[in-house]
């Protein structure tokens, strides 16, 4: 009890352990340049879909083709179409996986991107009004409760789109 009312009672001291809190997903979610970065990759993810569903609909074709040719095709010719759809079919798996892996590296590189910008903000803020620290509140939740006053989530969203709302008039 002494020790934090020394802390409220001495300025200096109060403002050394100033806390504030951001919720990352939040900012994300809620901010403009989040929307750009989500719409972006949601573009950016369609945009490879369209890719696996083209080699899907060519597989299911070849597959319907096999199906119906079956009862006449020679056993040889039979064993050649299966091994081509096979053939066919590990291409699909493998690009599938390739893209998959654009995709997350395109998601990782955009969202290190945002979250580097995103910590400029809230270490200018930090620094200029004399933070001790600010936590980040997004994958872990390691903040069970915080009072509403040390939330910075709503400003540094509002910090974040001030910042794309010069660049639109400008």
């Known amino acids: 009890g002494v020790i934090f009312y020394v802390v409220a009672a001495n300025p200096a001291c ?3 352990n100033k806390i504030g809190l951001v919720d990352s997903q939040m900012v994300l979610d809620n901010s403009l340049k989040g929307k750009e970065v989500k719409e972006a990759l949601n573009e950016y993810v369609q945009s490879r879909q369209k ?74 803020i930090g620094e200029k009004e004399g933070y001790a620290l600010i936590l980040n509140n997004l994958d872990v939740k390691i903040v069970m409760f915080a009072k509403p006053s040390i939330d910075l989530t709503k400003r540094i969203t509002e910090e974040m789109d001030k910042g794309i709302k010069k660049e639109e008039k400008g």
């Open 14 to 16: 109060s403002e050394e």
């Open 51 to 124: 890719i696996v569903d083209i080699e899907e609909t060519d597989l299911r074709k070849l597959q319907e083709e096999l199906t119906k040719q079956a009862a006449i095709l020679s056993p040889a010719a039979k064993q050649e179409k299966e091994e081509l759809f096979q053939k066919k079919f590990l291409e699909y798996q493998k690009k599938v996986s390739e893209l998959q892996k654009e995709i997350q590296q395109r998601r990782t590189e955009m969202l290190e991107g945002f979250n580097t910008e995103l910590e400029k903000l809230v270490r200018a």
